[in-house]
């Protein structure tokens, strides 16, 4: 049974994407909840943040998705525990183009879950920086979908284009498909211009922006270094600090959300 499925989108690179995939999914982890993390990125940035027991092989996203293997034969343990991953590999790329020809290949990620009989609280995807099949999979599959944008001007403009295509998913492939929230990354509190755009993403998309804002932070970016997510590497920087705080903020509102159903069936 699949609880909740979030996929981490923003076609935009160097947005903290991947950095949030990795140390979300480790908090969440770390709050004793069970997570599966699914790189769906051909770059392999999540993947290489982790310390895998086992060589990957012909066993990635890729097999999964292109249905050459089951799922959970490629699921693999970190050094995390309750947190697992399917790990990627450069030839991931190749399934854009494989997709293209195939029906309904918006569909493929998300009748892979049929094969799925492991339960995880939460299902992390880190998707590609573009709004190619590989992303399109992820949103279909997902209940719900992340966003994280970096506090700058330029971070925005793709930004409209996004919803879009989030709105276009969920009108016409998954009708499930919520925003799970917009999250403000890269943030220098000494810079006026990073403090302008939180203001203006804030006016425009109000209650769906986090609290929670991830500071510019030296130890995350060491982290993948020492294949490990920032949250473990140094759990007391800013930075995780953050993260850890952004979990508990998507906890609390799956929680409200629950007891919400709970009222609404009594």
Not at 92 to 121: C, P, T
Request: charged letters at 25%; proline letters at 4%; one cysteine or more.
């Amino acid at each position: 049974m699949l609880d909740k499925i979030i996929a981490i989108v923003n076609q935009k690179g160097g947005v903290g994407k991947t950095t949030t995939a990795v140390n979300l999914s480790t908090s969440l982890a770390a709050a004793g909840k069970t997570v599966l993390l699914i790189d769906l990125d051909p770059q392999a940035n999540a993947t290489s943040s982790f310390k895998l027991q086992q060589p990957i092989e012909q066993r990635t996203a890729y097999e999964v998705l292109m249905g050459m293997k089951s799922i959970e034969t490629c699921i693999f343990e970190t050094q995390v525990p309750g947190l697992v991953i399917i790990p990627s590999k450069t030839d991931l790329a190749a399934a854009e183009i494989e997709l293209v020809s195939q029906k309904e290949r918006e569909l493929w990620l998300k009748e892979r879950w049929g094969d799925l009989s492991l339960n995880f609280d939460y299902i992390i995807m880190d998707c590609p920086p573009s709004n190619g099949l590989l992303s399109v999979n992820a949103l279909v599959a997902a209940q719900s979908v992340l966003i994280p944008i970096q506090c700058e001007y330029f971070a925005l403009e793709g930004l409209a284009q996004l919803v879009r295509t989030i709105d276009r998913i969920k009108n016409r492939l998954n009708s499930a498909l919520e925003l799970e929230g917009i999250l403000m990354t890269m943030f220098d509190g000494r810079n006026m211009l990073n403090r302008r755009v939180i203001h203006e993403v804030k006016e425009y998309f109000g209650g769906d922006v986090f609290e929670t804002i991830i500071p510019r932070n030296v130890k995350l970016s060491e982290a993948p270094s020492f294949k490990m997510p920032g949250v473990l590497y140094d759990f007391t920087c800013a930075g995780s600090v953050a993260y850890m705080k952004l979990a508990r903020e998507i906890l609390e509102r799956d929680d409200e959300r629950e007891k919400e159903h709970i009222r609404a069936r009594a």
